[in-house]
């Protein structure tokens, strides 16, 4: 069965059983205070805003009971997957691999590597660990959503313009149909936001789709509460 939804540049079809909802880097790295994300010298607050957001689609799509997959960005702890050019980008007096606030910055295994408690993973719900911007780039996650029959996403997370991004353009060139809820994702910058949403829904949806949750929750097929 397939399901419709009003969206930019027109309404995005997708089966929900064939589809993914994908959660990029809600990461107290990227969101908290002392993390990776104000180390490069930003204001997280726009970034928490997705939080409650994000939070509401997670719990009807899990109602729904479809699949849910996360992404983490962040290393190994001998650093051994992370190209030097990376590290040593920004110059940053506490970079990757150091000591930060929330323990090693953007390492996996610490506190400021995980997701944040509202969204925290279900058993069952893959967590891929990446080395880089893109979800696909040296993962799993194509094979899962083979295996899983996966043909379209519902894009949520941070940040817009990097890890999203990103994550939309590697997934368009496979194939697959992107929806990027605009108010589950999030920028440090608000002209970078709205730049990749038009950058994504230009050309006739040159990347894919963009809709609110709002229009997008209205749409899904939630089971009534007893
Ligand atoms: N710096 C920035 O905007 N983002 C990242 O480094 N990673 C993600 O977007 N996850």
């Known amino acids: ?8 540049p027109y309404d995005f079809t997708f089966d929900p059983a064939a589809t993914a909802l994908l959660i990029i880097d809600m990461q107290r790295d990227f969101v908290d205070s002392g993390g990776f994300g104000e180390l490069l010298g ?7 805003e997705v939080i409650a957001p994000i939070e ?30 990376k590290l040593a980008r920004g110059k940053l007096e506490i970079g990757i ?3 930060g606030p ?3 910055v ?3 295994g610490q506190q400021g590597h995980d997701i944040v408690d509202e969204l925290r993973p279900l058993a069952g719900e893959p967590v891929i660990d990446k080395p880089g911007k893109g979800s696909f780039y040296a993962t799993d996650l194509a094979s899962i959503l083979a295996y899983r029959g996966i043909c ?26 992107c929806l990027v809820l605009s108010d589950c ?24 789709w963009v809709a609110p949750s709002e229009a997008f929750l209205a749409a899904l097929p939630v089971p009534a509460l007893p």
Request: proline residues 6%.
């Open 1 to 8: 069965m397939t399901y419709s939804i009003p969206a930019d």
């Open 42 to 48: 930003n204001d997280v607050a726009p970034l928490r």
């Open 56 to 85: 509401r689609v997670l719990a009807a799509w899990r109602a729904c009971g479809l699949l849910v997959i996360h992404t983490r960005e962040g290393h190994r702890p001998d650093l051994s997957d992370c190209p030097p050019a």
């Open 97 to 99: 691999g150091d000591v």
């Open 102 to 104: 929330l323990g090693r």
């Open 106 to 108: 953007l390492v996996r």
């Open 152 to 177: 379209s996403l519902i894009v949520t997370g941070v940040t817009t313009e990097v890890c999203v991004h990103t994550t939309v353009r590697e997934a368009n060139d496979r194939g697959f149909e």
């Open 185 to 208: 994702i999030a920028s440090y910058f608000p002209e970078f936001y709205d730049m990749t949403l038009k950058m994504i829904k230009a050309q006739g949806g040159i990347f894919g």
